[in-house]
């Protein structure tokens, strides 16, 4: 292949050398060539920094210029973009960002934490200076979601934007259905294969997959960056035997990020939240198992898309971040967040609770007479239909049984308003969980 080399080398610095900055380095030794002729320039790795310059990463780095404080490869004059590769959505990594945007320097982050919190404000900054700002590997690793909504639907008015977003939670569930086992012991085992971290808080309580919703939303929608308005629940009450009776009932369940814009009373607002599901099996989203990622966006004329492939790991995750590079290099600045910044609509939060749809329902209650007379009372006063009812066993080590039910479609309100009025129940011996029914 041949390069323009009438163009110099796109110059770069990495601020950190974890699995995805070595990643980059690496894909660039691996892939130069090729890289340069679809960028129609060279790029090139002119300075790094990071937390231990001694440490030995599997890559010579002594051939690049070392800085001690990550903000200072926003000054340099011989770095055209800087590389955000660090993490956190406040401290170094905004500092860091902050100095290469004002330094007149292109951005490219993987931090969905600083975007899904600073986003507008460093699309205001990279804009301003007329500078680059990119963030595909921020969302789903190596899938160009990011790219492919900002791009690819930008014809469309987004009715939905829907996925799963976190790896570790989807290993989780996935092998929770594959061999039976609890939720602790699942997350144990994730861990000791490196698809959780020591503290999987973020992932298992849905933070993670909020913030990459709260960015979808902003790009799909045209919406300010809003993550503080994102409706979160995790995985952490789900039991091997709601994965059970879900399979039971035709369904697997998903952590799922979903993010939509209806009309309403007083005007147009935008519902976010993450949230475990049943999904049909034969829905797209019921065969992604393991840590993938997948992404559905429904356009009004484009129908629905689906984004699908590694969610992260130092490969797919260094592609995005290198895709970013080259977009760059071919001088593909456009708005981060698909329009300008100042254009982005200040959508208020919608209120989830009149949305309809069908929900299933857990309940884990003492057995003795009337305790199915009082759930199906508080669903018959809260105006939710049954469709069904099932109830299990006796637990070998107590009088707890489990009722699950699935509802008819209904406002979501109603089955909140049925689980107040069984709030306090000494039939109860534990809380409900509530996983709705993602439609097909």
Not at 137 to 143: D, L
């Amino acid at each position: 292949m041949t390069t323009n080399t009438s163009l110099p080398p796109l110059r770069i610095a990495i601020a950190g050398l974890g699995t995805v900055g070595v990643g980059v380095i690496r894909l660039l030794a691996a892939n130069g060539d090729l890289i340069a002729a679809r960028a129609g320039r060279a790029i090139e790795v002119v300075a790094v920094s990071a937390r231990d310059r001694g440490r030995d990463r599997g890559v010579d780095i002594g051939g690049y210029a070392w800085e001690d404080d990550m903000a200072a490869l926003g000054a340099r004059d011989d770095v055209d973009v800087v590389l955000e590769l660090v993490g956190g959505s406040d401290g170094p990594a905004l500092a860091l960002s902050r100095a290469a945007l004002a330094g007149g320097k292109g951005l490219v982050t993987a931090n969905k934490a600083m975007i899904a919190h600073h986003g507008l404000e460093l699309a205001e900054q990279a804009e301003a200076g007329g500078t680059a700002l990119k963030f595909e590997a921020a969302v789903a690793g190596g899938i160009p979601v990011v790219k492919g909504l900002r791009e690819g639907t930008s014809a469309n008015a987004l009715t939905k934007v829907y996925g799963i977003l976190n790896g570790t939670c989807n290993y989780i569930l996935s092998e929770m259905e594959a061999t039976g086992a609890d939720f602790a012991a699942t997350l144990e085992e994730a861990q000791k294969l490196g698809y959780a971290e020591a503290d999987p808080t973020f992932d298992i309580e849905g933070i993670d997959a909020a913030h990459k919703l709260a960015i979808l939303a902003a790009i799909g929608f045209g919406a300010k960056v809003d993550f503080d308005a994102v409706h979160i629940s995790g995985i952490v009450q789900v039991r091997a035997a709601d994965i059970a009776q879900a399979d039971a009932l035709g369904y697997v369940i998903r952590l799922i990020a979903e993010a939509d814009v209806q009309q309403e009373a007083d005007g147009p607002r935008l519902l976010q939240r993450v949230r475990p599901c049943l999904v049909a099996k034969d829905h797209p989203l019921a065969p992604v198992d393991g840590p993938t990622n997948a992404v559905v966006a429904e356009g009004n004329f484009s129908g629905r898309l689906l984004f699908q492939g590694a969610g992260a790991g130092d490969g797919p995750t260094a592609s995005a971040v290198v895709a970013d590079l080259i977009d760059i290099a071919r001088s593909e600045v456009g708005a981060p967040f698909s329009v300008p910044a100042a254009q982005l609509a200040p959508l208020p939060p919608a209120d989830p609770g009149q949305r309809m749809e069908r929900a299933y329902l857990r309940f884990t209650v003492n057995d003795r007479p009337g305790v199915l007379a009082e759930i199906t009372a508080a669903m018959r006063d809260a105006d939710v239909s049954i469709e069904s009812l099932i109830q299990q066993g006796r637990k070998r080590d107590g009088g707890e049984v489990l009722v699950a039910i699935v509802t008819h479609e209904g406002p979501e309100a109603h089955v909140r308003r049925a689980l107040e009025l069984l709030d306090g129940s000494d039939s109860l011996t534990g809380d409900p969980l509530v996983l709705p029914i993602l439609p097909n």
